[in-house]
């Protein structure tokens, strides 16, 4: 069974830096994708970045020179170090991970298998 927990959201304000951990068991495969992924309030979950297949990183725009995601396949962890933030950046964040997506499927969130818990960042002004 696989499962994903994300850590390290709080309440931080607009400039300062925090890193989200996303921890997966039951996964078989250091070759799984696994995306980060936001969602604020009344708005849909956007795409975040991936590590597409433990091969290549992907950045939304919006995050791309702020945000760095990195993974420590001994731990079967993922991080997402965010730098500068800003108050659109508040969200609850989602870490997915998904063995068969292909590299066009990778910012769209209903195509992926697994999901975690969430965590909140919320960046004050």
């Known amino acids: 069974q696989v499962q994903l927990v994300e850590s390290g959201g709080g309440l931080v304000q607009a400039g300062e830096s925090l890193r989200l951990s996303c921890a997966a068991s039951?996964?078989?495969?250091?070759?799984?994708?696994m995306g980060w992924f936001r969602q604020a309030p009344g708005k849909e979950r956007e795409f975040v970045g991936v590590s597409w297949r433990g091969s290549r990183i992907y950045y939304a725009d919006s995050v791309k020179g702020r945000f760095t995601i990195s993974r420590d396949n001994a731990k079967s962890t993922v991080y997402l170090q965010m730098n500068d933030l800003r108050p659109e950046d508040t969200a609850v964040y989602y870490c997915a991970a998904d063995s068969n997506l292909i590299l066009s499927s990778m910012r769209t969130p209903r195509l992926y298998n697994y999901w975690g818990q969430g965590t909140l960042v919320a960046v004050s002004s």
């Open positions: 039951g996964l078989t495969s250091n070759m799984v994708t």
